[in-house]
């Protein structure tokens, strides 16, 4: 069932956001260049992408990008929201926090491949991932709508202040302050910063890095409820994310993943996982 489901999906007249597979990787790309910027439409065409991505057993990483070398994307499309009622600019950011949620809480690893300009609603959308890589001097990072007299409205100011701090969070979008990648690793935001010669060796490379966490070397269900573990837990009682950890963990107990990796630890030899 779930094979034909992502069929259909995969079928789409996607234009906004390019999907395709790569073994046990699906690759979600932003695509409107050169900016990338996103509007209602591309944000429906992300949320299809991310539930094709969540259903498709195959599929163990999500990568997220833009298209081109210049942008992985400048946030929000402002042609679009200075046209637009109060209304719709309301129900536009929630449907966009509704999708950047179901991202987050997805239980398989997500990586942000930061090609170009990450800016504004652009950085929120990385912020989303669990993991965040950018390729070295391509382009600037930072939250700047305070310049246009509003507030980072797509999770930024809550998935910011998670990353780096209260002080340091309110400096960075009070001030709208842009900042290059290196910066933005040693602030905490990114995870790493590759060299690559264009953007497309810096996707191999992103390839690469992610395959690490596909089966047969990693069991993928262990990564990706570590992930729903961390995600969700640090934002409950401790106590419950306690509780949650349990379940999870009774969850992989029961997988096949876990009972090679028992009995290969017992056997002295390498595991070799099935993400089942």
């Keep these: 069932m779930a094979e034909a489901m992502v069929h259909n999906w995969t079928q789409l007249d996607q234009k ?13 790309t932003l695509n409107d260049p050169p900016a990338n910027t996103y509007s209602y439409e591309m944000m429906q065409e992300l949320d299809r992408s991310i539930l094709a991505a969540r259903m498709d057993d195959k599929v163990q990483v999500i990568i997220i990008t833009g298209n081109g070398e210049k942008f992985f994307s400048a946030g929000a499309n402002i042609q679009m929201l200075a046209n637009v009622t109060p209304t719709f600019k309301y129900y536009f950011c929630l449907h966009a926090n509704e999708t950047l949620s179901r991202l987050e809480q997805t ?13 504004g609603g652009g950085l929120e959308v990385a912020m989303s991932a669990d993991i965040r890589i950018a390729r070295k001097a391509a382009g600037k990072m930072g939250l700047p709508e305070v310049s246009l007299g509003v507030l980072p409205g797509t999770g930024g100011t809550q998935r910011l202040v998670r990353i ?21 690793h040693e602030l905490g935001i990114l995870n790493h910063v590759f060299e690559a ?59 096949e993943d876990a009972k090679e990796g028992l009995d290969a630890y017992a056997s002295k030899r390498k595991p070799v996982f099935k993400g089942k």
């Excluded at 390019?18 to 990787?25: E, F, I, K, V």
């Excluded at 239980?107 to 800016?119: F, Q």
């Design 16 to 28: 906004l956001v390019l999907y395709r597979t790569d073994g046990a990787l699906a690759i979600l």
């Design 107 to 119: 239980p398989k690893l997500v990586v942000a491949a930061i090609n170009g300009h990450c800016v």
């Design 164 to 184: 780096v701090g209260k002080p340091k969070a309110i400096e960075l979008m009070a001030t709208g302050e842009l900042f290059d990648f290196d910066r933005g």
């Design 197 to 255: 010669a264009t953007a497309e060796d810096f996707m191999q490379q992103v390839l690469e890095y992610s395959r690490q966490f596909t089966s047969p070397t990693r069991a993928a269900g262990a990564v990706g409820r570590i992930k729903r573990s961390v995600q969700t837990g640090a934002e409950i009682p401790f106590e419950s994310a306690l509780a949650l950890e349990r379940e999870l963990q009774q969850q992989l107990f029961q997988s």
